[in-house]
């Protein structure tokens, strides 16, 4: 039988319709893209076809980012008032219960525990599970989804400070002197000999690196994958009071008791940069999650945020007391601990706001340690004296999940692949660095270093004038020299005078040997245009007391008198030769 042809089935318009278009606000907002100078590749074709290949990909890169957010329908709910007179901090969690759904409803819980308390907590980079330490030795796992119990035990002594590996499988816990390493299971699996007395902990997801201050101002960064140590640096500030670390470069960032902020790198063993925060000191440090916000407290009652880019001050909260701890979420919102309750502000989205945008009270005899949002949730827990409390805090969670970031909703499957792909992708420690655009970049002169210190510029041409002004000196005296020569005819010197002259002569050349003897003087250290002169009292004091003894020995020299040396006349030679005439005569009659 003959088979009949297939009729094309005519798709509706809505499917016809081209493939939208990014706007150009959209593609502005991704790109990161800037063009290579092409002056020093006009022999070298290769090159530039690599460049300008190099340059297509990121093109498309961008356009790709920003044609994917087209399909991130779902936005952020955040509390907006319906009126102008009406405030959004006044809204307490029981009215935003009533109004949640059932799914956000049930995440709020509490755990009471006042005789193990006070308690720090984090959680997974997924969002499934949460670790949480008491300060007398109480370690557990929770399951957030099924809210069932993974792990606990007792470890006898206290925990400082918590953090998840990078998978949910892995914890490591700081306690009294090192550093443990656990399973979900909370059993122990290593013991990292290398840290000791560590206060706070960072672990770097895309470098497979645990960070660790130390007790006496110490911070080291080990390998995970192979367990060696990559750095060791000593901060001279003594033990940090907390620690985060930059998403975009990897550089960890310190506060201290007296108002700094340092940036470190396993690369160099002094600080990348340091800025002045605080008056009296900073208590904790939080970043944003783009990596160009930082967000510092301190006991001034003042919270700044810092623009990265720019090393500037933002904004700055004014509140009566001091901010214990902050913290930022997902979509950039900051919530900081003021005398046991908890503030929410749009700092850095909106910078000019006065009043914050939510105040959570229910902590109010608690005394607060630890906070931390959820990933993709718009929930906070709250780590306190009598247990943890969780809180919703609407539109805190990022809506749309990347399947290339660590994915809540991730199978059984992708679980076990995620930890091969991360050991592939995984960057070396010399990629921390404060400037991430000079990888791809040209070496225009490749004989010459990237940067130079102004130090050595400014020695160098010193020592260029210095040069150039001697040798002229010299060339001038030589002339001088020569002309003197030609205009002075030889005089007769009586033998008196010539004795005299070569006295002097004489002294001059010992003086000068003794000069010579003497330690030379230790140069003035130049950074750049100052020049430190150290205790310049002293010094002046010294060369004044050499130059009056020098002056004194020389009056001495002149008032002692001098003995003159006896000249032999022609009647002691005359004297001398009959002697020995006759002593000549006496020996050869003898003979």
């Known amino acids: 039988m003959d088979e009949k042809p297939q009729e094309s089935v005519a798709l509706p318009e809505k499917f016809n319709k081209p493939h939208p278009h990014p706007s150009k606000q959209s593609i502005q907002k991704y790109d990161r893209t800037k063009k290579t100078n092409s002056e020093g590749m006009k022999r070298n074709n290769k090159v530039k ?80 599970s949460m670790a949480m330490g008491s300060r007398k030795g109480h370690l557990a796992v929770i399951n957030i989804k099924t809210k069932e119990l993974m792990g606990e035990i007792q470890l006898g002594e206290a925990v400082k400070d918590i953090t998840f590996c990078h998978d949910d499988k892995w914890i490591i816990v700081a306690q009294k002197k090192y550093c443990y390493m656990y399973t979900n299971q909370c059993v122990e699996v ?23 201050s130390g007790k006496a101002g110490s911070i080291t960064w080990q390998d995970i994958s192979t367990g060696k140590l990559v750095g060791r640096v000593y901060n001279r500030k003594g033990e940090a009071t907390s620690m985060t670390q930059n998403p975009n470069n990897g550089v960890v960032l310190t506060s201290h008791s007296t108002g700094i902020v340092q940036m470190w790198s396993p690369n160099s063993n002094s600080y990348l940069a340091k800025m002045f925060c605080h008056v009296g000191g900073t208590n904790s440090l939080a970043m944003d999650p783009t990596g160009n916000y930082l967000i510092s407290t301190g006991n001034d009652n003042k919270t700044h945020v810092w623009d990265l880019r720019t090393y500037g001050q933002v904004t700055s909260i004014v509140n009566k007391k001091t901010a214990t701890a902050c913290q930022v979420s997902q979509s950039s919102l900051v919530a900081l601990v003021v005398n046991s309750n908890v503030q929410f502000w749009e700092c850095i989205e ?53 399947s290339k970031l660590p994915n809540p909703m991730e199978t059984t499957k992708s679980q076990l692949e995620r930890p091969v792909r991360m050991l592939l992708d995984k960057l070396s420690p010399s990629t921390i660095m404060l ?35 001697r040798k002229g000196k010299k060339d001038e005296d030589d002339e001088a020299e020569k002309i003197n020569e030609e205009d002075e005819e030889p005089q007769k010197v009586s033998e008196d005078e010539q004795e005299d002259t070569d006295k002097e002569e004489n002294r001059e050349v010992e003086k000068d040997t003794k000069a010579k003897k003497k330690r030379r003087p230790r140069k003035k250290k130049e950074y750049g245009k100052l020049k430190i002169n150290r205790d310049n009292k002293i010094l002046l004091a010294k060369k004044e007391r050499r130059a ?36 000549y005569e006496v020996s050869t009659k003898t003979k």
């Open 49 to 128: 076809q690599f460049f300008a290949q190099m340059e297509k990909n990121k093109q498309s890169a961008t356009y790709g980012a920003a044609q994917a957010e087209l399909l991130a329908v779902e936005e952020a709910g955040y509390l907006k008032p319906e009126n102008k007179g009406e405030c959004t901090y006044k809204v307490t969690q029981e009215e935003i219960r009533r109004k949640v759904d059932i799914q956000t409803a049930n995440q709020t819980w509490r755990y009471v525990n006042e005789q193990l308390g006070p308690y720090k907590l984090d959680y997974s980079r997924n969002g499934r």
């Open 190 to 212: 290593h013991k990292m000999r290398d840290n000791e007395y560590v206060s706070c902990l960072q672990f770097l997801p895309l470098h497979m690196l645990i960070v660790c």
């Open 350 to 402: 909106k910078p000019h706001k006065k009043k914050p945008y939510m105040i959570y009270e229910g902590c109010f005899k608690d005394e607060i340690d630890n906070i931390k949002y959820l990933p993709y949730e718009d929930v906070l827990g709250i780590g306190h004296k009598n247990g943890i409390n969780t809180i919703i805090v609407p539109g805190s969670g990022e809506p749309n999940i990347d």
């Open 435 to 469: 400037n991430t655009e000079s990888f791809g970049a040209i070496n225009r002169n490749p004989k010459n270093p990237l940067k130079r210190s102004m130090i050595e510029v400014l020695d160098r041409q010193k020592q260029k004038q210095l040069y150039k002004e």
């Open 548 to 583: 009056e003894k020098k002056k004194l020995e020389e009056k001495d020299n002149e008032d002692r008198p001098q003995k003159k040396r006896k000249v032999q006349t022609t009647s002691d030679l005359n004297e001398s030769v009959g002697a020995l005439d006759r002593f």
